[in-house]
T-cell receptor
């Protein structure tokens, strides 16, 4: 049983396309995180959400608490956006992670 | 300089050996975590510590132990390594803020157990 499910698992896009990655979770949460893992392995936190919507540059993250769903959008995608995007939720003192969405943006 | 560092970055060891992975942070955070990442499984929590005197088991603590030597240091030990402990290990830190804190990850340690 996975507390966090992401879709799609893999995504290939042309440069400039609008990208959406989805995350669904099955537990009550205090916060949801979107992380970016670069090809070298390093992990960076992109967003932390407990409600609504956040925007940072070309990245937008939304969350619907009632539906237990979050989306990460990338506008005007660029090859440097190629990475694995991971959804994580916090419930109590535990963090649960999705298996990630591998994004490749082709020039 | 990186805020969260891990040593070693890569390690090859043999079955049955005891090894230690170390994590240090300069962010002044009170909370530290150890995760392992396996292909197709995502990150899983091994142990976490909310304070120097606080140690808690995570989802997959069997075969591992930890030590919080100081607020800035959190070590993970494999007492007797086995091949299925081959994985990418991440340390992370966060500051307590009522359940909505951001985690900061170290660069990871690639461990291969032969």
């Amino acid at each position: 049983k996975n507390e966090v499910e992401q879709s799609p698992q893999n995504l290939t896009a042309q440069e400039g396309e609008f990208i959406t990655i989805n995350c669904s979770y099955s537990v009550g949460i205090s916060a949801l995180h979107w992380l970016q893992q670069h090809p070298g392995g390093g992990i960076v936190s992109l967003f932390m959400l407990s409600s609504g919507k956040k925007k940072h540059g070309r990245l937008i993250a939304t969350i619907n608490i009632q539906e237990k769903h979050s989306s990460l959008h990338i506008t005007a995608s660029h090859p440097r956006d190629s990475a694995v995007y991971i959804c994580a939720v916090r419930t109590g003192n535990q963090f649960y992670f999705g298996t990630g969405t591998s994004l490749t943006v082709i020039p | 300089d990186a805020d969260v560092t891990q040593t070693p970055r890569n390690r090859i060891t043999k079955t049955g050996k005891r090894i230690m992975l170390e994590c240090s942070q300069t962010k002044g955070h009170d909370r530290m975590y150890w995760y392992r990442q396996d292909p197709g499984l995502g990150l899983r929590l091994i142990y976490y510590s909310f304070d120097v005197k606080d140690i808690n088991k995570g989802e997959i603590s069997d075969g591992y132990s930890v030590s919080r030597q100081a607020q800035a240091k959190f070590s993970l030990s494999l007492e007797s390594a086995i091949p299925n402990q081959t994985a990418l290990y991440f340390c992370a830190t966060s500051a307590s803020s009522g359940g909505a804190e951001t985690q900061y990850f170290g660069p990871g340690t690639r461990l291969l157990v032969l």
